[in-house]
């Protein structure tokens, strides 16, 4: 490995790359991407002109990606570099101004609402290098990232909004003089994903924001801000199950608090809690009545009470839950529905597979949440299915349901998919790998897991399979997939 970091110094500081040259490197197997990383913020702090043309070159790798997904690259070098990170030494006066640069196009990139969800996410991260690291002491570049953060999280949806949400949570109680500024600004927008129309994007936010809050330990006006409006928003879910697994968040809050002196914070929790539903209530009309507001109604209180009345009736009955079963999944794709009415059905169609326990019903199940997957992506809608497709997998540890649903998804894989989709189905594969407490599933989970470079050309797709493969050899519970994955790992490339 050190002959390919020390060849890898030599062709940065012999001629930075251009767009297509910059991917080269990076196409031989097994590559080491730290040392390429590292090499190549190297380049760039050697002199001004070598660091204009490397970022000259980083942003033309961005705009003509090798594969898609494969942008992350050049985009985490240049959040590094905006961050001064990959030097021991104190940065020069022209490093500081080109940093600048550089955060500021990443910040433009957070608000081209033109990128895919992949590219959205990708940019988050990078940006998040920046507010989270920044080493060069410069205010601009700190506001610049908080700006890019604050685009995609109020102009974006899917994964790179979600993402832009989680860090700007982690903005909100750190200590520091200089995230002073960045605390009351996530704050304000945090609350206002709080106070949003779209139920799904507020009860994502409610919960990222719930979580972060039973983290910090110091008491900033951001922390009392986002609590305050915490509070408000638990009141304006119309839906009897959001209001149920909020109650739970807020009681979970209450409970783990670290930080001092929000005891009528606390207090008005407890309060707001109370006035919580605990679930929704069965409504009591006969079955076809009830397919019948199924089919037509948009009011959510409506549509849960329906819906846990017709779950009830197919519990024991396997004639009307088969019924059920496909009549949910024509609800679900009923085009004009919103984000958290197509997760309502959805979630019911996964309990209707639950109490089957049919093998057959389990798998097209989970073929209809890769589908509707498929079809979104990493839009909002195809984060709902991703979310009920790994409940699926995690509802059961018998190898002859879990087995046909993995290799359904390793087949995925060589669909024209995008990146962050088959991100999301690699980090499935390993999970499998890893955490399941059968064999046969750890080992053909495992077996799918290394196919991956052979269903994917993308060079961050590959690496991330070897990533994974790498932690199962030093971690995985298998001794069998823990040997395999040692040897694949330790192979050496061709």
Do not use: C
Request: charge should be negative; hydrophobic fraction near 45%; avoid cysteine.
């Amino acid at each position: 490995m050190k002959t390919l970091y020390f060849f890898l110094v030599a062709w940065l500081l012999a001629s930075p790359a251009n767009a297509g040259g910059f991917y080269k490197p990076l196409q031989i197997p097994n590559v080491d991407f730290e040392a390429f990383s590292s090499a190549y913020l190297s380049g760039m702090y050697r002199s001004k002109s070598a660091a204009n043309d490397h970022f000259e070159d980083l942003t033309k790798a961005f705009e003509a990606e090798f594969h898609e997904g494969d942008a992350q690259i050049p985009l985490m070098i240049a959040g590094r570099f905006s961050a001064g990170l990959g030097t021991s030494s104190g940065l020069e006066s022209w490093q500081i101004d080109l940093a600048e640069t550089i955060a500021e196009w990443l910040a433009e990139q957070g608000g081209n609402t033109e990128l895919n969800a992949s590219s959205q996410e990708n940019i988050a991260n990078a940006l998040a290098v920046i507010a989270l690291s920044n080493k060069t002491g410069n205010a601009e570049i700190n506001q610049a990232a908080l700006k890019g953060l604050i685009e995609l999280a109020e102009e974006t949806q899917g994964a790179g909004q979600q993402s832009a949400v989680v860090i700007l949570s982690l903005l909100i109680g750190t200590e520091g003089e200089r995230f002073k500024e960045s605390d009351e600004e996530a704050a304000d927008v945090l609350a206002k994903g709080l106070e949003a129309d779209d139920l799904e994007h507020r009860r994502f936010v409610f919960a990222i924001v719930a979580k972060r809050l039973a983290q910090v330990t110091v008491k900033t006006t951001g922390v009392t801000e986002l609590w305050e409006a915490l509070n408000d928003s638990a009141l304006s879910f119309p839906s009897p199950s959001a209001q149920a697994r909020i109650k739970r968040q807020i009681l979970n809050l209450t409970q783990s608090v670290k930080v001092p002196g929000v005891a009528s914070l606390i207090r008005e929790s407890k309060k707001v809690a109370r006035q919580l539903e605990d679930g929704p209530k069965p409504t009591k009309k006969p079955f076809l009545e009830l397919l019948e507001i199924l089919a037509e109604s948009d009011d959510v209180v409506d549509l849960e009470g329906a819906l846990s009345a017709v779950l009830k009736m197919a519990n024991t009955d396997p004639t009307l839950r088969q019924n059920l079963f496909a009549k949910l999944i024509a609800f679900s794709e009923r085009p004009e529905l919103g984000t958290y009415h197509t997760r309502l059905y959805s979630r019911a169609l996964l309990g209707v597979a639950r109490m089957s326990e049919s093998p057959v019903m389990i798998l097209a199940t989970g073929q209809f949440f890769l589908s509707s997957f498929a079809k979104s992506q990493s839009g909002p809608k195809g984060l709902v299915a991703l979310s009920l497709f790994e409940a699926l997998l995690g509802g059961t540890d018998a190898p002859p349901l879990v087995i046909p649903l993995l290799e359904e998804a390793a087949n995925a894989l060589s669909y024209n998919l995008g990146y962050w989709t088959k991100r999301r189905i690699t980090l499935l594969l390993y999970q499998q790998a890893a955490d399941s407490p059968d064999e046969r599933i750890n080992e053909k989970a495992f077996e799918l897991l290394s196919s991956v470079p052979s269903r994917s050309r993308s060079i961050s797709l590959r690496a991330l399979s070897r990533q994974y493969i790498a932690e199962l050899g030093r971690t995985g519970r298998n001794l069998r997939v823990r040997q395999m994955a040692l040897s694949a790992s330790t192979k050496k490339a061709p």
